[in-house]
């Protein structure tokens, strides 16, 4: 508990309103991120993330230090948009991709197949069944390691090893016949 | 086919949407924090406590049995203490109420005792008195004697015995009364054989009765029949003509037997002929009177049938 960041947790708790703000700003982009892909809509995502750091002032003497704050928060996190999305059904209309909404989303990428093939693992990976999409999310897109991966989601690391390996495995099909699962679905 | 590194260079290089500007400032407007506790102390203190408020609190949990424990084993020994207390009580109680019971006992002994003591005193009371009367007596009694031998010493002496009680000679003694009976019986026999001796005569004799009782000499045997037990006379005479006869002597030696009747008077004995020279064919006759006893007054009629004279019944033939 003596890193920077657990610091700003504790003090935070004490009522020091600046390591709260230091808190806000260190880490609400990434929860912004991670709600935003997840339900495809950006006023969903704010409330979201508004709700989620809620929680977290209201958790904070929970801490106990066993996790990094990232996985802390971003259990809190997806447990604010699991219960979302128990309450309410998701928007009808998303966004045909969520990096759609990113400026220059394809820019890392120089050949145009490589922007294809990426737009097409995005797009397959927000069709994997949810506890899959959520580990790839937490562990590729918000860059957390398999022990924090594994915090957040309240499961075993070699679990998250386990849905990773079957995650990439439905990609590689999805890749290798493009369509299939999409047709499958509609049929 | 994309292998599984290329797809996961492809994932992590996502972009990651922005937020907007405004949002930042909307969450550090939301912020609530918890009441500021000054000092880290006191948050060392909170993390001491999540430590070790478990084993604390599982200490204090066994400590609490451990004295709970305590308290009811004390409880119990001081129950039990109270149990073996009132269990001596009880066994004092007991020998209390035996001991009541016996005094009772005694007392209802002594009751039993002093009743039976009463009652024989006024049994001994009683037996005094009666005694008392008998002594009266036994001194009247000695006067009346004393009187008594003077008036004998007074009257002469006589000679005369009074003959004690002979039972078998009473004249109205039940013997004499059952010697009398057993004599009407005697008689009533002899009057049967008397009737069947008219029967068989006349079945001889086209049905007529004989002129008298010699003429069924043969038909009565002896003239003894005719004697009632009674007549003394009568019988002592035919027991004495008839005494030579041998009931199983030979047939042809009839003479002293002829003689006998001969000397035997006619219509002898003790019974009056009455049926004499009646015919039997006629139905009358056999309820006409054929003979009597003079002495008991038995009947002979002309069937047979006997009929006591002192009885209104009649006997069969």
């Known amino acids: 508990m003596s890193d920077p960041t657990s610091q700003l947790i504790h003090r935070a708790g004490n009522g020091d309103r600046a390591a709260a703000g230091e808190l806000i700003d260190q880490f609400h982009p990434l929860i912004y991120a991670y709600l935003r892909r997840l339900t495809g809509d950006t006023s969903d995502a704010e409330d979201l993330t508004q709700q989620t750091f809620s929680k977290v002032w209201q958790s904070l003497k929970k801490f106990e230090g066993r996790s990094t704050v990232s996985a802390w928060l971003h259990g809190i996190a997806y447990h604010a948009f699991a219960d979302w999305m128990r309450k309410r059904r998701p928007t009808e209309n998303p966004d045909a991709g969520w990096w759609e909404a990113c400026p220059d989303p394809l820019k890392p990428f120089d050949e145009i197949a490589d922007r294809d093939s990426a737009a097409t693992v995005w797009s397959a990976a927000d069709q994997l069944p949810d506890d899959l999409r959520q580990t790839i999310h937490l562990h590729y897109y918000q860059e957390l390691t398999l022990k924090e991966t594994a915090d957040a989601l309240g499961i075993a690391v070699s679990t998250v090893k386990f849905r990773i390996s079957k995650a990439i495995g439905q990609l590689q099909k999805e890749l290798a016949e493009p369509g299939l699962k999409s047709a499958a679905s509609k049929s | ?317």
């Open chain 2, 1 to 317: 086919m994309k292998t599984e590194s290329e797809i996961e260079n492809l994932l992590r290089q996502a972009p990651a949407p922005a937020p907007s500007p405004e949002l930042g400032g909307k969450l550090k407007n939301a912020v609530h924090l918890p009441q500021s506790t000054n000092g880290t102390d006191l948050n060392l203190g909170g993390a001491f406590w999540r430590r070790w408020l478990p084993a604390i609190g599982y200490a204090v949990m066994v400590l609490g049995c451990v004295v709970v424990l305590a308290v009811q084993n004390h409880r119990q020994s001081a129950v039990v203490q109270q149990l073996e207390k009132l269990r001596e009580d009880i066994t004092l109680k007991e020998q209390q109420i035996e001991m009541q019971r016996d005094q009772t006992r005694l007392a209802l002994a002594a009751d039993a005792r002093i009743k039976s003591l009463q009652d024989n005193a006024t049994e001994a009371d009683q037996l005094a008195a009666t005694l008392a009367e008998l002594q009266a007596l036994i001194a009247k009694l000695t006067t009346e004697a004393t009187d008594l031998e003077a008036k004998l010493a007074v009257v002469p002496d006589s000679n005369e015995v009074i003959a004690p009680y002979d039972f078998f000679n009473d004249p109205n003694g039940p013997m004499q009364k059952a010697r009398e009976e057993v004599d009407s019986t005697k008689c009533v026999n002899n009057m049967k054989r008397i009737g069947l001796a008219f029967r068989i005569f006349s079945n001889d004799n086209d049905g007529l009765f004989p002129p008298n009782f010699n003429s069924m000499a043969n038909e009565l045997s002896q003239a003894t029949v005719l004697c009632c037990p009674k007549d003394e006379s009568n019988r002592m005479l035919a027991e004495r003509l008839f005494d030579f006869v041998q009931p199983n002597g030979p047939k042809d030696d009839w003479s002293d037997w002829k003689a006998a009747w001969a000397r035997w008077p006619i219509n002898g004995g003790s019974y009056e002929m009455l049926g004499a020279n009646l015919n039997r064919n006629d139905p009358v006759v056999d309820r006409k009177i054929v003979a009597k006893c003079r002495f008991h007054g038995h009947v002979t009629y002309g069937n047979g049938a006997v009929i006591r004279g002192d009885t209104l019944g009649g006997l069969q033939p």
